[in-house]
C-alpha cells in the first residue's frame, strides 16, 4: 500500500505536497518522497521515514516549480525504502518522466524478465518501474498513445500519477483496485489516493478517476481517455473501508466513517452479546464501536489508549517487530475495563497476534469477560493487488475455524460481520463493485500469472 499525490498549481507545489502527504502519512510510513519539475529539471526528494521527518524547510525551500508528484509508502520484508523509493524518474526522446504509483502487478516479473532480455537493466525490484520503462519504450510524442500501449501489458492492481512537460495524468487499472481520487481550485489541480490531501489544501474534491479512465490535467480542466473500449468487473478493495482509508475517505461514493459505523449496527443485529462496555481498537475500530453502541445500548468506553506514533502493525517487516509494536501501540485503561464484561470491536485478524496480546492486556488490567467483534469476514486468502498481507500459512483463518480461532486468541465469544452484512454496510445500491478475494478467494485478475 502507498499513498500518492499529484498537483498543478500556479504557485510552488514543494509546500502543498509537503500537507497533501502529511494526511496520506496513514497509507505508508517506512518511506516518502516527491519530484517537482523546476521548469529547468526534475528535482527529486526521498527519504526512509515520516514526511514531517524527512522534508525540511531548507529542503523544501530548494525544491521549488508549479508541479509535482509525491508518495508515502511502506517497506516489504525483503526491500530497503531508499533502494524503490518513489517517485521514479527517467528520460526518453528528450522528455522526462515521473511516476508515483499504488498497487501491485500480478505479472510483473514476467514483463520485467521480458524487458531485461531486450536489455533493459533495472536499479530496482519495484512494479512502478516497469510501469516506467514500458510507457518510455512506447512513447514516440504520444503520451496518451504510450501509456494506453503500456497499460495493455499490465495485469494487476495499479494507480498511478505520471508527470509529464506541464501535464499530470492520472491512471487507474479497468478493475479499479486501489483508489485515486481528483480535485481542483482556480486553476490548481490535483490527484490523490484519498480526498484528504485536497481537503485540507481548501480544494473541491469531483469524483474518483474511474476504473480504466486516463485523466490529465489541460489548459481547462481534466481531460478524460479509455484505456481499453472493453468495461472489467470492477473491483474496488473493500478493505479500504475496513480499515486502510481514513474516516474521512469518500471513495466509490462510500464514506469511510459511515460505512465503519454501519459495520458496528449490522455486527450487533447479526452477533449481540450481553456486556457492560464496548471497548473500540483504535482508530478504525472507533466508528464500528459506536455503531455496535447504539444499536445495543450498551455505553461505550475507551478501554484502550493508543501511542500515536506507532505504524500499523500488520506492515511491520518482521514478527518479532510486530508484536514489540502491539504491547507498545495499545495500552489497556485499567480504571475503565476493571471488572467490566466487555466487547472489543475490531476491524480484522490476520495474524491472530494483535488480538492475542490485546485480550491479555485487557485480562490483565482486569476485564472480567473479553468478546470479540470483527468488522470483516474471516481473511483467509493472500491479497495479490497491493496489500501486504502474509501468506495463506501465516493467515490464521485460512488455518483455522472461527470456533479454534477464539481459543487461540484468548476470547470469551468471538464473531466476524457476514459477507453479506459488510456489503450492506456500504449503503449501495449496487454492491458488485468491491474485490472481496482475500474473504473468498475469488481473483478478478488471476494471481497464476504470478
Ligand atoms: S484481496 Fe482483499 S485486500 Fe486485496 S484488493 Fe481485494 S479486498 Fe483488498
Keep these: 500500500m502507498a499513498g500518492i499525490l499529484g ?14 502527504l502529511n494526511s496520506l502519512q ?11 519539475n523546476t521548469g529547468e529539471d526534475i528535482v527529486r526528494v526521498r527519504h526512509s521515514g515520516l514526511v514531517i521527518d524527512s522534508m525540511k524547510e531548507d529542503v523544501l525551500d530548494s525544491t521549488t516549480g508549479n ?17 524503490t523509493g518513489e517517485p521514479f524518474f527517467g528520460f526518453t526522446k528528450g522528455e522526462k518522466l515521473s511516476i508515483v504509483n499504488d498497487g501491485s502487478l500480478i505479472n510483473h516479473q514476467l514483463l520485467r524478465t521480458r524487458l531485461e532480455e531486450e536489455g533493459m537493466m533495472f536499479q530496482t525490484n519495484s512494479d512502478t518501474e516497469v510501469i516506467l520503462y514500458l510507457i518510455a519504450r512506447y512513447y514516440d510524442g504520444d503520451i496518451i498513445k504510450a501509456v494506453k500501449k503500456a497499460a495493455s501489458y499490465l495485469e494487476g492492481a495499479y494507480s498511478f500519477i ?34 484528504a490531501a485536497g481537503d485540507i489544501l481548501g480544494m473541491t474534491f469531483d469524483r474518483d478517476v474511474t476504473p480504466g479512465e486516463i485523466v490529465v490535467t489541460g489548459e481547462n ?22 480499515y486502510l482509508a481514513r474516516n474521512d475517505a469518500n471513495l466509490e461514493e462510500v464514506n469511510a466513517y459511515l460505512f465503519r459505523w454501519r459495520t458496528g449496527k449490522i455486527l450487533y443485529e447479526e452477533s449481540p452479546v450481553d456486556v457492560d462496555l464496548v471497548v473500540p481498537v483504535p482508530d478504525s475500530g472507533y466508528p464500528a464501536a459506536i455503531g455496535y453502541s447504539q444499536a445495543s445500548a450498551i455505553p461505550l468506553g475507551e478501554g484502550l489508549v493508543k501511542n500515536r506514533y ?3 502493525t500488520f506492515i511491520k517487516p518482521t514478527q518479532e517487530e510486530r508484536e514489540i509494536a502491539v504491547r507498545l501501540k495499545l495500552n489497556p485503561q485499567y480504571h475503565v475495563v476493571k471488572g467490566k464484561k466487555i466487547v472489543l470491536v475490531d476491524d480484522s485478524i490476520v495474524r491472530g497476534t494483535t488480538s492475542r496480546n490485546l485480550i491479555q492486556n485487557l485480562r490483565d488490567a482486569g476485564a472480567t469477560e473479553v468478546h470479540v467483534r470483527i468488522t470483516s469476514p474471516p481473511v483467509e486468502y493472500p491479497c495479490y493487488y497491493g496489500i501486504d498481507t502474509p501468506s495463506r500459512n501465516n493467515l490464521i483463518a485460512s488455518q483455522h475455524s472461527v470456533e479454534e480461532i ?32 482475500c474473504f473468498t478467494g475469488n481473483y478478478n485478475v488471476d494471481p497464476c500469472l504470478l
Excluded: W
Design 7 to 20: 498537483i498543478k498549481s500556479t504557485q510552488n507545489v514543494s509546500r502543498k505536497l509537503f500537507y497533501g
Design 406 to 437: 477464539k481459543e487461540i486468541i484468548g476470547a470469551d465469544s468471538l464473531s466476524f460481520i457476514s459477507l453479506d452484512g459488510l456489503y450492506r454496510a456500504s449503503d449501495l445500491e449496487n454492491r458488485d463493485i468491491f474485490c472481496n478475494a
Design 26 to 36: 496513514h497509507r505508508g510510513q517506512e518511506g516518502c518522497g516527491i519530484a517537482v
Design 162 to 195: 505520471l508527470m509529464y512537460q506541464d501535464k499530470l495524468i492520472a491512471v487507474r487499472d479497468p478493475n479499479g483496485f486501489r483508489p485515486l481520487v481528483m480535485g481542483h481550485k482556480n486553476g490548481e489541480y490535483i490527484f490523490a489516493s484519498e480526498n
Design 67 to 83: 508541479i509535482g508528484i509525491g508518495n508515502v509508502r511502506y517497506a516489504m520484508a525483503s526491500t530497503s525504502v531508499n533502494a
Design 310 to 312: 506507532m505504524g500499523r
Design 221 to 242: 480542466g481534466f481531460v478524460s481517455h479509455r484505456l481499453k473500449d472493453k468495461e472489467e468487473k470492477h473491483s474496488f478493495c473493500i478493505f479500504e473501508h475496513v
